[in-house]
């Protein structure tokens, strides 16, 4: 668990790593650049000798496992019956939409937000309502709930939530969850929670799942995880999905059969062994980040003027406010240009997220301190 540790990634097929040029240190895209727990390495090596790779069945013990691993993380019930297995998170919320909605249906977004939930129901046909999320003096994200509420009685039939939520970094709170499930609830619309960040969220906060507040809610809610984000194997595209409701499990299971792919026996395999013996790294990875995070801010309070961020609760994104830069171009093109430091362009978040970048801190200390070094260089340059 040596998180100093370079390893270079050039070469591997990475989408991190291969999508700019050379000379650019990509710090986009939200896959960490730290070795996977040692377990699922040998798990997987095992798995590999065997030399058959056919379709893949569910391990024995990989719902207990994740019962076991959400009971603890975030103490939560689920019982086997209610955990499904999907490709991905992305395609599990299409999914849900596709199956649960019809064309035309208007979903609930709260921008801004990751883009695959900005661009999803309208890729499909339903239409997207945005609550959008109010920025505080000091960078904080709040809801909006009288905006909330108006949109949801506007005849919208399902609400997408992120949480914790990519890329403000809000873990929302219990309170905040309630107001909100209890509006959908009044209104009977469904809840489809992409919780995918649920275990990276630091020690000042504690992730409630949406599906816990009460079996009302949990009856009208599709909550979609990952070992994906949580333990830096997202390329085995392997995610979970639960719901509580059988009629919803029955309809996201025909409907799966005919369209979607299922994980494949590798991934699967990757996260047995994730989820039964992952915790100790889970537990030292967050301290890692947690102290990442904290240098970051200060790093940016103190030596990026023009540039504003607020300390993210959960995930490894920083959502950088480059306003007061005051540039002539977008924020993410000028630190590529003139820092060759690859960032996320706000603007692709919603129209609220232009003038801000988002950075992944999921990396060694040095690979972040370099990254803001450049970034520092070609501020003090502009300014």
């Known amino acids: 668990m040596n998180f100093d540790q370079i390893i270079d990634r050039r070469g591997t ?4 790593w291969n999508y700019y ?23 997987l090596h095992k798995r590999v000798s065997h030399g058959i790779f056919g379709y893949g069945w569910e391990p024995e013990g990989l719902k207990d496992a994740i ?21 991905g998170v992305v395609t599990g919320f299409t999914h849900a939409m596709y199956s649960l909605t019809k064309p035309g249906d208007k979903v609930l977004i709260q921008t801004p937000v990751y883009p695959p939930i900005l661009k999803g129901p309208e890729s499909i046909g339903r239409l997207s309502l945005y609550n959008e999320l109010i920025r505080q003096d000091d960078g904080k994200y709040e809801i909006d709930f009288d905006d909330f509420e ?23 709170s219990r309170y905040e969850l309630e107001r909100m499930a209890e509006i959908c609830l009044k209104h009977g619309v469904l809840i489809c929670s992409d919780e995918i960040h649920c275990d990276l969220v630091y020690s000042e906060s504690q992730h409630v799942p949406i599906s816990s507040l009460s079996p009302e809610i949990a009856d009208i809610t599709v909550t979609y995880f990952a070992p994906s984000k949580t333990f830096n194997i997202a390329g085995f595209s392997t995610s979970v999905y639960v719901t509580k409701n059988p009629i919803i499990r029955k309809k996201l299971s025909e409907s799966m059969r005919m369209i979607l792919g299922h994980p494949n026996i590798l991934g699967l395999h990757a996260a047995l062994a994730a989820y039964q013996d992952g915790g100790p790294w889970l537990d030292e990875v967050l301290k890692y980040l947690q102290a990442n995070r904290d240098f970051l801010v200060e790093f940016v309070s103190q030596k990026l003027p023009g540039v504003d961020m607020w300390r993210p609760e959960g995930t490894f994104l920083a959502w950088l406010d480059c306003r007061g830069l005051d540039l002539d171009e977008l924020p993410g093109a000028f630190f590529l240009e003139t820092a060759r430091v690859g960032l996320n362009e706000g603007a692709v978040f919603g129209y609220s997220g232009k003038g801000f970048v988002r950075l992944n801190f999921g990396c060694p200390r040095s690979m972040l301190e370099q990254g803001l070094k450049r970034m520092k260089t070609a501020i003090d340059e502009w300014l």
């Open 13 to 16: 097929e990475s989408i991190k």
């Open 67 to 87: 019962i076991t691993h959400v009971k603890k993380r975030q103490h939560c019930e689920l019982k086997p019956e209610e955990i499904s297995f999907i490709s």
């Open 150 to 172: 108006k949109k949801v009685a506007f005849g919208v039939k399902l609400f997408l939530l992120c949480n914790p939520h990519n890329p403000v970094g809000r873990v929302f």
């Open 21 to 43: 040029e050379e000379d650019v240190l990509p710090m986009w895209i939200a896959d960490m650049d730290f070795r996977s727990p040692y377990s699922v390495i040998e798990a």
